[in-house]
């Protein structure tokens, strides 16, 4: 961190510590009361937890589950200082306090256990994102450059004639109107750019009609912060906004241009990025009132999901009476120092989280680099940024100028495949490029696991993609989703939903290896007590007991992360997976890709019951 990076940090600080106390507990007396309008959402608060899936799921009480105890929370252990008072919403697990350093925070009213289903909250406002391509207005699906659909009054771009979505209304229709979209279309002409522009304005202009349309909608939005004074502190921050300010007032509406700077500093401090439409990539911003009083940790302790237009949060680990209820706000993936900047420009705090903290990130060494001067330590980064990066096996110094020219070079190569949206035709590149990236930073880098999951993404990018790939395309499945389980294990433990995508993707590869070896040597019943191999049933033995975790990563461990164990590595264990399914029903249980889940749980374990516990090495 540098010095700068400090003294920014604490300006902020101040003007949060500046806040008129009467005011910010008015804003918590508000949201609460909104809260409890939530009830009718909420069925689970009025009786036990949202957390017995078993029965839930009919079929998922026929799988095998050894995980109970892999759940415990690794972060968020910090106890607030402040007496919990009752929850004016009965039922409810979690209230919003203010603390002091934290600002006003969602906590857990009583214990939580890792699965239940804290809160379900329909969206307040839906926009695409700041300068998204161009997309439909109703659904946000995306769309091309010259939409073969468009609002017959106003020209806006949609989907289909009959698009269910429902956010262009009457009154966006007329503003819309004044911008001339229908006479592009009647010339012929691509409007890519000019429907970027009017994707910008979507976030306040939606914002400022739910205001003047519902007042009690228009308090609750005012309680919501914007950071307006804190994020005048980065140079040049608002130069976007006023632009917008200024295209709203040519359009007719006629707003303050600081009324405009605190919608966008509202959506920017506590909108949600979701999927705007299932079939396709497009993202929308979307406010959720009483979710956005989650304050972020890297090691979260929630896991949320977008369905139906409401956002479901679930316990993805226990949480104390007490603790602080968390989400994300960074990706995962990034190393540390990536992430702080990232929440710094964006979110304007400097992360303090357990793994932030820590040099190694939960020993997972995400951000260091091969050491030049030995074979076997890692570089390991300093906190201070201008300060030399030390081996962690022969204490050997390298500048931090050359390690921060290393790394940069790496990200600079492989930006293109974050950037891209379709990876099919490009999984040799992408193997080319880890290769090349784990020769020269470590298998254990960021980039490296970035790439890996994108390659796994290509694989299984579609429905029963796995039913077309190789059995050595499947294995390399296997392999590089196992490692990245390995990674999540301590980077973001419990029911996250990275974790459970991987699941499904281990899950997907592995079922259709075992379909088409049980398809390729049918059993014989009346050899069936011995068709498992010594050396299987040595493997099957050392493996009983452990949690779905353990056996994923002691199955597929390597010892120095890139040379594969002939037997440890390559096997797959139908009892494993059979607990790995369970655990994927839990965390997929409200995401739409749930009924691939279920469909390789269903294959598993009609194979299972055929042939018994049985492990296949590769």
Request: glycine fraction near 6%.
């Amino acid at each position: 961190m540098t010095d700068k990076e400090k003294e920014n940090n604490t300006k902020m600080e101040d003007n949060e510590e500046n806040e008129d106390e009467e005011e910010q507990d008015e804003r918590v007396e508000r949201l609460l009361e909104y809260m409890e309008s939530l009830t009718p959402y909420n069925p689970q608060w009025a009786g036990p937890g949202d957390k017995d899936l078993q029965q839930a799921m009919g079929d998922v009480s026929l799988v095998e589950n050894d995980t109970s105890e892999k759940n415990d929370g690794a972060d968020n252990k910090r106890k607030t200082s402040i007496e919990i008072e009752p929850n004016i919403v009965p039922g409810c697990p979690v209230g919003i306090t203010m603390t002091p350093g934290a600002g006003r925070q969602m906590i857990a009213l009583r214990d939580i256990e890792a699965g239940e289903v804290l809160i379900r909250e329909p969206y307040l406002l839906i926009t695409p994102k700041l300068g998204a391509p161009p997309c439909c207005l109703d659904c946000l699906r995306l769309l091309g450059a010259k939409p073969t659909e468009v609002c017959e009054a106003c020209g806006a771009p949609r989907c289909s004639p009959v698009c269910d979505g429902k956010g262009h209304s009457d009154m966006e229709c007329k503003i819309l109107s004044r911008i001339g979209l229908k006479k592009f279309w009647a010339e012929g002409k691509e409007a890519g750019n000019l429907l970027k522009q009017v994707n910008a304005i979507m976030t306040p202009l939606r914002t400022l009609m739910l205001v003047m349309d519902n007042e009690e909608m228009g308090s609750l939005v005012s309680t919501l912060e914007s950071n307006v004074a804190r994020r005048d502190i980065i140079k040049d921050s608002w130069d976007t906004e006023r632009k917008l300010s200024s295209a709203l007032k040519i359009l007719g509406v006629n707003v303050e241009e600081m009324m405009v700077l605190k919608i966008c500093g509202i959506f920017d401090t506590n909108a949600f990025e979701v999927i705007g439409h299932k079939e396709t990539e497009g993202k929308a911003r979307v406010i959720f009132p009483a979710i956005a009083m989650m304050n972020h940790s890297c090691i979260s302790n929630t896991s949320h999901h977008y369905r139906e237009d409401k956002m479901f949060v679930r316990a993805s680990q226990n949480i104390s009476k007490g603790d602080a209820v968390t989400c994300s706000y960074t990706h995962m993936l990034w190393g540390s120092r990536q992430r702080r900047k990232h929440l710094l420009l964006t979110k304007l705090f400097l992360c303090m989280c357990s793994r932030c903290v820590d040099p190694s990130e939960m020993g997972t060494h995400v951000s260091s680099i091969m050491c030049p001067k030995c074979s076997d330590g890692l570089l390991v980064p300093p906190e201070n940024a201008k300060e030399a990066w030390t081996c962690s096996s022969c204490n050997g110094k390298t500048e931090a100028k050359i390690a921060d020219t290393v790394v940069a070079l790496a990200e600079k190569n492989c930006g293109k495949f974050a950037e891209a949206t379709d990876y099919n035709s490009d999984i040799p590149a992408l193997k080319d490029r880890l290769e090349l990236i784990s020769s020269g930073l470590g298998y254990q880098h960021y980039l490296c696991l970035e790439l890996r999951r994108l390659i796994v993404n290509a694989y299984m990018k579609g429905k029963e993609q796995e039913l077309k790939l190789s059995d050595s395309e499947l294995w390399e499945v296997v392999d590089f989703s196992a490692n990245l389980i390995k990674f999540a294990d301590k980077a973001e433990p419990g029911y996250s939903s990275f974790r459970g995508d991987l699941y499904l993707s281990h899950l997907r590869a592995a079922t259709t290896l075992l379909y088409r070896y049980d398809k390729k040597y049918p059993i014989d019943e009346n050899k069936k007590e011995s068709q498992e191999s010594d050396e299987q049933q040595k493997l099957s033995s050392q493996l009983a007991g452990n949690s779905v975790a353990e056996n994923i990563t002691n199955s597929n461990s390597t010892g120095d992360e890139s040379t594969p164990k002939k037997i440890a590595e390559c096997h797959l264990d139908t009892k494993v997976l059979s607990a790995m399914g369970a655990d994927a029903l839990r965390i997929l249980k409200y995401d739409p890709v749930l009924p691939e889940a279920t469909k390789n749980i269903y294959v598993l374990y009609k194979i299972y019951t055929k042939r018994g516990h049985f492990v296949l090495s590769r």
